[in-house]
């Protein structure tokens, strides 16, 4: 196991250190943005006033600018280095325990955690110094433990970037509610809290208006992005109409998390597994924009859903695995037209085929005895 998950480590940051398919300005973007969030409410300034050099903003909810205040204690070339080492060995420990939890044999764990090292979600996250990677794993692996102390890493997932919220689904299981949904509910309400405590002004303005403005992010037209509203505006409709669509599209996404999350046996830790796969998907899916970093769920999903060897899941898994470990957006960008916007459709097409894949377990319910 031990060598595959070596090999994919140190392929990953060979591939990251040669600057193969990066633009220049992408190493560090994202973490220099956390630290000038993390700046502005040091200094009682309204975090989501500072555009950068490329038409962004801080985008998380203000209580992710205080957890980032750590990052001012060191250089900005020190921070990227020390927070991509985190992101490895974090995402190999989870990827690790996700796919010993989905029954994989040894040499299939570091084969598989070796793929999600060398992912493209993976290796934007790497390259920008984002944060995704530790709110997917923080989610999945916090509904994998299943317990109070899961809850509270499901619960931080949801704090720092909103949509993982999607898992108090989980209220609507008997078992899970005391011991894992209502903690969820709990901390995620304290950590929020703490938040518009530190920074009362831009929380006001973040839950009152740029929560609700994808327009802040980009268009649902942008070529990177993985979500329904990007296959609609990729597939040629206007972005308003593919924003609208992929509202109306999220509805029975959502009722679907709804659903599995009623019938899964909570006792299983399969199925509280694949149940945080789902809600991770899912949230890619209905987000109006979704870029490839927070899409991790996507070959971690596959992997487990290999693991399981069930002959008619294979060959789907294995083909919706593909995209995320291709950069079929830069050649969707290179290609252009047709071509390329008929790529660009690949990933949101395979998030659905995840979920498909990983729902229909669920769906059959606990057995009668553990109900």
Do not use: I
Not at 150 to 178: D, E, F, H, I, W
Request: aromatic share 6%.
């Amino acid at each position: 196991m031990a060598v595959p998950l070596l090999l994919g480590a140190l392929a990953a940051v060979v591939l990251v250190a040669s600057g193969l398919g990066q633009q220049p300005w992408q190493p560090g973007y994202d973490l220099a943005v956390y630290r000038d969030g993390a700046r502005d409410l040091l200094a009682g300034r309204d975090v989501y006033l500072r555009e950068t050099w490329r038409g962004h903003w801080f985008v998380y909810p203000p209580l992710a600018a205080v957890l980032f205040l750590p990052l001012l204690l060191l250089p900005a070339a020190v921070d990227l280095l020390l927070w991509d080492a985190l992101l490895l060995a974090l995402t190999a420990w989870a990827a690790v325990r996700v796919l010993r939890a989905a029954g994989a044999p040894a040499l299939l764990v570091g084969c598989g955690a070796g793929a999600v090292l060398l992912s493209d979600p993976f290796r934007e996250a790497l390259v920008l110094g984002q944060v995704s990677p530790l709110v997917v794993t923080a989610l999945v692996v916090g509904c994998l433990h299943g317990g109070r102390g899961g809850a509270v890493l499901a619960a931080l997932a949801g704090a720092v970037k909103v949509t993982p919220a999607l898992v108090v689904a989980a209220v609507l299981n008997g078992p899970a509610r005391r011991r894992f949904a209502l903690p969820v509910v709990a901390v995620g309400a304290g950590a929020t809290l703490l938040g518009a405590l530190a920074a009362p002004a831009s929380a006001r303005s973040y839950f009152t208006d740029l929560l609700w403005n994808s327009a802040r992010v980009a268009a649902p037209g942008t070529t990177s992005n993985n979500s329904l509203a990007g296959a609609f505006a990729h597939a040629g409709l206007a972005d308003a109409a593919a924003g609208a669509l992929g509202l109306v599209c999220a509805l029975p996404l959502l009722a679907l998390v709804a659903l599995a999350a009623r019938r899964c046996d909570w006792a299983q830790r399969a199925h509280r597994l694949r149940f945080g796969l789902l809600v991770s998907l899912v949230t890619c899916l209905v987000s109006p924009v979704t870029w490839s970093h927070h899409a991790l769920a996507a070959p971690l999903a596959a992997g487990v859903l290999l693991a399981g060897r069930r002959r008619w899941r294979v060959v789907p898994a294995a083909l919706a695995g593909v995209p995320w470990l291709l950069p079929v957006l830069q050649a969707a960008d290179a290609l252009g037209g047709a071509g390329g916007a008929l790529l660009a459709q690949a990933r949101p097409l395979s998030l659905l085929v995840l979920t498909a894949l990983l729902a229909a377990p669920l769906l059959r319910g606990a057995p009668r005895s553990s109900r």
